[in-house]
């Protein structure tokens, strides 16, 4: 394939604004991680719904209401799961998200049967299957930012932004690694639903996260090392799986991107899809061995 010099800037402008973005949302404080996550999770929505009515026709019935109703029922599990962190004035938004969860739970599936003239569980499902794919995760995501707020700072560093930088930072080095071993000496295909990948480079990529991941951790933070492996292969793995995952959505959608929003990088859903499997497990790992 002939070099672009054209492709090569947008994808190289896109990284650096989506670097940046990035950036800002994680680091100055814990509202601006919320209005990130926040960005995310309706961003991945819309692509998912997009997607979901390719592979389904059936989906393409949803009601406005069904569309943009299931969006703010995942919204409010995240409002809900930022555990008293968050406060504007006395008003908590924990509260507003349980109240929104709440009501959203209650009146779509009979607004779904008030306005479908031929009732069909199956589109309800999908969207259910979307509020465990995309909203679970960013909300197990809000969860460990905010619980980890409570341990206040360490050599100025907020508690509550290790858990999140560490998933990210491993993710990022695991997909850079991987796909540097894999051209170097990738021979072997990792699956079908995803050709490109190599056993070579998934295992290489792995490997060197885990390493990087524990030992900047075991130095700057005096983290316990076994955790550091326990977790960092933990986020290799499921990130990975996570990848393939919606590789297979898109491969079923017939599509190459899940969208584009980010112009040489394809839509959300290519940037957040190994951060959505690795967060829910690394959540549940931290809520019953930690």
Known sequence: MAF????????TLTSLVFVAVMLCGLLINHWTFFILFSIIHFGCWTEFEAIAKKIDPEYKAISFMHAYG????????MLWMTNYAYTIGSLQLSEIGWYLMLLTIITLPVIEILLSRNFNLKPLLISIGGLLYISFSCGCMIDLRSEGMIFGSFFGLDMGLVLPLVLITALWINDTMAY???SAVGK????????????????????????????????????????????????CITGILGDLFESGLKRKAGIKDSGNILPGHGGFLDRFDSLLFATVFVWLYVKIFL
């Open 70 to 77: 299931v969006m703010l029922a995942g919204w409010g599990f």
């Open 4 to 11: 672009n010099v054209q492709t090569f800037k947008t994808r």
């Open 180 to 182: 540097l071993v894999g």
């Open 188 to 235: 072997t295909p990792l699956t079908s639903i995803s050709p490109r990948k190599t056993w070579e480079g998934t295992i290489g990529g792995a490997v060197l996260a885990v390493v990087t991941v524990t030992a900047f951790g075991h130095i700057f933070l005096n983290a316990d090392v076994l955790q550091l492996v326990i977790i960092s292969t933990l986020i």
